[in-house]
């Protein structure tokens, strides 16, 4: 089988050839190497490779099969992980310079899933800065390009591994999602992602930034392609305390049972201003498809919606004010050559390797957190989480799903947003209340604009409904499949 | 609204162990500035009464089984350290 025609193809599919011996798991390697060869000059999804390795894990596979010991449906598939999930052996920057030289002694949970899976794991993938953005121009090491249109992000934080997929440099690709960041990046990229609830998986060995809200997620062409690697990737684990002991169904399996329709809320808050006329007729369109379905489509209020930003701004950024800290130029990350004193190793090595974002958003948090500000900011916002969660609460009364747009425009421009924060706090309007709620939510391509940018659908389930979120997802995908369509990345 | 808030950048800096450029002091005073005048959004709610919520679905008292466990080899915890000498690791000098 030809390369092009390997790398248009989803994981299931990969794996139906596989199975069958139609194509070799080197083979299929070889196919993404050489695309990424061709296109990542351009993308810049990438902040490093290992092909060597690459290539050995997908013999391993070959081998693994040969023998009739094949380890499933995964097994010599590609999946590649965004900077903040650990590899033992290989490195780890969250795009940060204060880990320019840091490789992972150990293997994150998921990461130990995916090999056990006989998944072949492959190069890491550009993110804003410990995950912090919503353009992943925060990357020390450059910003990615939206593979549609390459003046344009590819939404954040996880940039790399959306324009990864959506580039056909990967099948697979795992992100983290702690305001929105696989959803609006999926979004901007016409490609699948997702948030699973909050304690679904393991979030050992993952990059903290707000570790009340951090949620690591697939994206992939297809939403049956999400599902397989969501519950390769879900489960309990002991090793993070947050983690959830709720059992995993085979998604895979409930997407190939018929589905029933359901109700589908749409909040009135978040069909109001500021959304781009294009992106509405889309959802529009999308809204009319499920009504034809069958769909029960019910309006309703999430009244706390606007203070959602907010709410986020000050949790998040205490969050992460306290868990960057471990980042001291002590014991793993890049000291200052100009320190003369242990304080100023702290100081000056934060300093000089953290960048512009990350330093904002560390001051902030260490502001709201601080004496004679915690009354009225850190802890405002945790009660006013309450009250966010449990405007969910009563809508879920009500209705099985909630649809909404995942990003209020289409991909914008470089540099756009880049010198005012708030302006870039606000892309991320739509999800960041499912964070906050720790509910599972998606967003799946619903169509393009005329100038041929991609648009993406929001879907927000019940907590631990993953099986029908993501039915109703499939849905609407399986008929639609824009997330099939490649951009054209020819000079 | 009231007028733009303002933060002591110097003060706040410090407890964060970051060294900032007098460049960036100046660009973060006035974009933090317009980030807590649009916090005071938060102000508008009566939270009176409401629990916070630190977790969306927290868990208690999460115990492991009282057995040893493989720890890491020190030289594996000490291999991004930027520098170590004899399994720990070089620091300048801290108290006088």
Same mark, same amino acid.
């Given at each position: 089988m030809d390369s092009s025609s390997l790398i248009s193809k989803t994981a299931t599919e990969l794996s139906g050839e596989l199975e069958v011996g139609t194509c070799k798991a080197e083979e299929i390697a070889q196919a993404y190497l050489e695309q990424i060869d061709r296109v990542d000059g351009k &993308? !810049?999804?990438?902040? !490093?490779?290992d092909d060597e390795d690459f290539l050995a894990q997908a013999r391993a596979s070959d081998e693994r099969r040969a023998k009739g010991e094949t380890l499933g449906a995964l097994d010599g598939i590609p999946v590649c992980l965004k900077d903040v999930i650990s590899v033992e052996g290989q490195p780890l920057t969250a795009a940060s310079k204060i880990l320019k030289d840091y490789v992972s002694p150990y293997d994150a949970t998921v990461t130990r899933k995916l090999k056990e899976a006989g998944a072949v794991i492959g190069g890491r993938l550009n993110l804003d800065e410990f995950a912090m953005? @919503?353009?992943?121009?925060? @990357?020390a090491y450059g910003p990615t390009r939206n593979?549609?249109?390459?003046?344009?992000v590819p939404g954040g934080s996880s940039g790399g591994s959306s324009a990864a997929v959506a580039a056909r440099e990967a099948p697979l690709t795992l992100g983290s999602d702690t305001g929105g960041s696989i959803r609006q990046p999926a979004s901007l990229c016409g490609v699948v992602g997702m948030k699973p609830t909050y304690?679904? &998986?393991?979030?050992? $060995?993952l990059a903290a930034f707000a570790s009340s809200l951090d949620q690591i997620g697939p994206f992939s062409q297809t939403v049956e392609d999400a599902a397989l690697l969501l519950e390769t990737i879900s489960g309990h684990d002991p090793? +993070? *305390?947050? @983690?959830y002991p709720s059992e995993v169904p085979s998604y895979s399996q409930i997407l190939k049972e018929n589905s029933q329709p359901c109700a589908l809320g749409l909040p009135k808050e978040f069909f109001?201003?500021?959304?781009d006329d294009e992106v509405r007729a889309a959802v529009e369109k999308a809204i009319e498809f499920y009504k034809s379905k069958g769909y029960e489509i019910v309006d309703l209020s999430l009244p706390t919606t606007d203070l959602s930003v907010p709410v986020y701004y000050v949790i998040a950024t205490a969050e992460a004010s306290s868990n960057l800290?471990?980042? +001291? $130029?002590?014991?793993?990350t890049t000291r200052s050559e !100009?320190?003369?004193n242990a304080v100023d190793v702290y100081a000056k090595s934060r300093g000089e390797g953290f960048g512009e974002e990350v330093k904002r958003r560390c001051i902030l948090g260490a502001y709201g957190l601080s004496s004679g500000y915690y009354d009225a900011y850190y802890l405002r916002a945790q009660k006013t989480r309450t009250l966010i969660r449990q405007d969910f609460d009563r809508a879920f009364e009500k209705v099985d799903a909630i649809l909404t747009?995942? *990003?209020?425009?289409p991909a914008f421009k470089f $540099?756009?947003?880049?010198? +005012?924060p708030i302006s870039m706090y606000l892309s991320d309007v739509y999800t960041i209340s499912t964070n906050l709620a720790g509910l599972p939510g998606l967003s799946v391509p619903c169509g393009f604009t005329q100038s041929g940018l991609p648009i993406g659908l929001q879907l927000i389930g019940k907590a631990f409904g993953e099986g029908k979120l993501l039915s109703v997802a499939h849905d609407y995908d399986r008929e639609h499949?824009? $997330?099939?369509q490649a951009p054209n990345l020819e000079d | 609204m009231s007028e733009k808030p303002s933060m002591d950048i110097d003060y706040v800096s410090n407890l964060t162990r970051i060294e900032l450029t007098p460049e960036e002091k100046e660009k973060f005073q006035g974009q933090l500035g317009d980030v807590l005048k649009y916090f005071e959004?938060?102000?508008?709610l009566d939270v009176e009464g409401v629990e916070p919520t630190a977790h969306a679905f927290p868990r208690f008292n999460v115990w492991d089984e009282d057995e040893s466990k493989e720890g890491f080899p020190s030289e594996k915890a000490l291999m991004n350290a930027p520098k170590s000498r004899n399994e720990q690791i070089v620091v300048p000098k801290v108290v006088e």
């Open positions: &993308v !810049h999804a990438f902040l !490093h490779r953005g @919503s353009s992943t121009e925060n @990357s593979p549609w249109n390459l003046e344009c304690g679904m &998986v393991s979030r050992y $060995g090793l +993070d *305390s947050t @983690s109001g201003e500021g959304m800290a471990r980042y +001291d $130029g002590i014991r793993y !100009h320190a003369e747009p995942t *990003s209020p425009t $540099g756009e947003k880049s010198e +005012d499949q824009f $997330g099939r | 959004k938060l102000q508008e």
